[in-house]
């Protein structure tokens, strides 16, 4: 005979906690007593089909909803911490994971702080080695680095800064133009003059002329930008600094860095206004090409400002950005999603994005998995900055942008690669990867030893001990 009951304690316990209710008070109110309440909470008692009644009619609770609710977000956050490599060797079975977090959800949360603790710890000894001078004495902290935590803290999005630069775009469209609003607007007449008149500079801005001057080597795009970048320094210096100053930086450096990205923000959301880009990538399935001729962008402007379309109610898939040269520096990492790689990650030498120089301005796409087993989906090509005449120098470098598995269906790209049965398995870093077979490895992983090779060398350039 089925049964009509189930076994829902620590549930119970958090809707009687929630309510602010002793056991013998909710005993009185489903009339059964004190000590079956107590029975149900430790699972030495099943909760029947007649508690929930009595249950859904005393507290006005869907119990449905009670009854399914299996903590699943529990479940999944533990299914991907036990995924650690620091666990491999412990095999953990779905419905252990699920009694885990259903019958002892304080212990598996707990569990959890741990674990993003040792993660913390890791990328702490990580930076810690980074900022260490050749003798070993701490340098200061890295301008940049901060700046990026800055902007990854916040999702690389900010709604003040979105609504006046969307404000402005309308009232420049109806002027007319950038050059136009700059003169109807500000009395600024817009030059464009010789590299050699410029001398090393891109835009300058003469008050006393009433001139803002363009080196005439930039393409279109670039020229559109560095007006609506001069715009946003005139008209929202006050709102740049606001948000700024939010950051509360110690180091100089590190403010003026964020007052530049700042206002950069700002010049894309001009160009690229979010409700007319959000619209754009939807029906676009996010091809950066097609967007960047529809909006009269270059590809890195469109494939940068698609990491800052998380506007609550019109979000857009969270992405993660990343520019490097070809020896691998990286100039520009932006993170709007939870990627595991946002502070350290993208020198793993088998992600696509250092071996598109191979395949100049070819988009290549790549499926990922971390050795974790998250999986994402790779859109990397070259760029290039200068030029602009003969003999002018050009200076390349390569952007990629990532999403999770989850959402690369959305993507125009993922045409090419429908499936994701063989995904590239790269690194963090490898201080921070695990994968003790890499060929391609560089340093060894942070708390593993390396074996001498008197005796035998591996197919890898290190060997390590299994502790």
Known sequence: ??????????????????????????????????????????????????????LAKAYKIDFSDFVNDAGQDLVTRLKSAVKDPILSDIDFGPLEIADVAHSFPAFAEAMLRLHTAYKEEQFALADKRQHLSSDGRAVEADAIATVRSFLSARRNFFPVLDAVSEKLSTRISEAGGLASYLSNQHNLR???????????????????????????????????????????????????????????FEIQNSARLAHRAIAAYCGAAVVLPYAAFARAVETRRYDIDALARQFGTSFEQTAHRLTTLQKPGQERIPFFFIKVDIAGNISKRLNTGAFPFARHGGGCPLWTVHQVFATPRKVITQWMELPDGQRFFSIARTVHSGGGGYGLPIVDRAIAIVCEAQYADRLVYSREHPQMDNPTPIGIACQLCQRTGCTSRVEPPIGRQVLADNFRRTEAPFGFSDT
């Open 1 to 54: 005979m089925e049964k009509n009951w189930v076994y829902l304690g620590p549930r119970l316990r958090r809707l009687r906690r929630g309510l602010g209710l002793t056991q013998a008070e909710m005993a009185a109110d489903l009339e059964i007593s004190p000590s079956y309440i107590a029975l149900m909470e430790r699972n030495q008692r099943p909760v029947t089909a007649e508690t929930l009644l009595r």
């Open 190 to 248: 817009v030059r464009r003059l010789p590299p050699e008149v410029m001398v090393g500079s891109l835009r300058r801005l003469d008050w006393h002329r009433r001139e803002l001057l363009l080196n005439e080597a930039l393409d279109q795009s670039s020229q559109n930008f560095q007006m609506a970048l001069q715009l946003a320094y005139i008209e929202f210096e006050q709102e740049i600094q606001d948000t700024v100053d939010e950051g509360k």
